[in-house]
């Protein structure tokens, strides 16, 4: 299938996807928490229509359409029309808080270049907050789904700007945070070979669910009006137990009666 460009040059017409539906390729609004994932989904639907030079400037307006190298120049009143079109798809994906740095800009590049500095461009202190809150994020009281995708969150800020942290430091301050309680899973994790931050999430849920049952077949069997309801209450508990025991992730088999690791086959 021919490109927007190349349809340009080769019948001298105007290609104006004024029928693409961006809600299929942008499911999110920008704010300001979340511009590595906005960003990801509205380069898709620019690059799907080869038009990711109005954004870094490579096809710019000229009385005919030329193309030089990477330089591409089209007819001013087509490259209006389609620039105008490409700014409305973003400035329609964005807040009211986000917008409000945008209104006045006149051509999308300006648009991506303000956005950009806004919330992805290197900022000292923006990455030394981040940072901050990576290395002082405890569980204490939470549950560990929102522990996981709290740190998650702040990961993926860092990456937006430019700051990706490395696998075993990720590794390193997610079970760092946990607290004492989970000292033996702290401990199995950090064993050599330390697996990546991908195999250790599921296995802390993993741990997680296991920790859930023998608090509450503990707290059945010391409770003294327990009955056989209560009995049976356990006997199920034991079989979640058993089928939770063990976990394989990623070649790794882990146990959680001796908390050995051993290479699968």
């Known amino acids: 299938m021919a490109s927007p460009i190349a349809h340009i040059a080769s019948n001298q017409k ?35 229509q080869d038009l990711q030079g109005f954004i870094s400037g490579e096809i ?5 359409f030329i193309i030089t190298g990477s330089k591409q120049e089209i007819k001013p009143l087509q490259w209006k029309k389609l620039d105008r079109l490409l700014r409305g798809w973003i400035t329609g994906t964005l807040t009211e808080d986000v917008l409000g740095l945008v209104v006045g800009l006149e051509t999308t590049q300006q648009v991506w270049k303000t956005l950009e500095e806004a919330y992805a461009l290197d900022s000292q202190e923006r990455e030394c907050c981040l940072l901050q809150k990576l290395h002082t994020h405890k569980k204490k009281n939470m549950n560990i789904s929102d522990y996981i995708q709290i740190f998650k969150s702040t990961c993926d800020e860092l990456q937006a700007i430019g700051k990706s942290v490395n696998d075993h430091t990720k590794v390193f301050l997610l079970l760092n945070g946990l607290g004492s309680k989970y000292e033996s899973f702290i401990t199995s994790m950090l064993k050599p070979p330390i697996s990546s931050y991908k195999e250790v999430v599921p296995l802390l849920q993993s741990h997680e669910t296991m920790k859930q049952l023998k608090d509450k077949k503990k707290t059945l069997s010391i409770n003294p009006f327990s009955t056989l309801k209560g009995l049976d209450s356990i006997a199920i508990i034991e079989e979640e137990e058993n089928q939770h025991s063990l976990l394989t992730e990623g070649g ?14």
């Open 252 to 265: 790794f088999t882990r146990t959680t009666e001796d908390n050995k690791r051993n290479l699968g086959t």
């Open 60 to 64: 710019a307006a000229s009385d005919k």
């Open 14 to 48: 105007f290609p104006y996807p004024y029928t693409l539906n961006v809600a299929n390729f942008v499911s999110i609004k920008l704010s300001q928490t979340n511009f590595l994932l906005w960003k990801t989904q509205v380069l898709c639907l620019i690059e799907s």
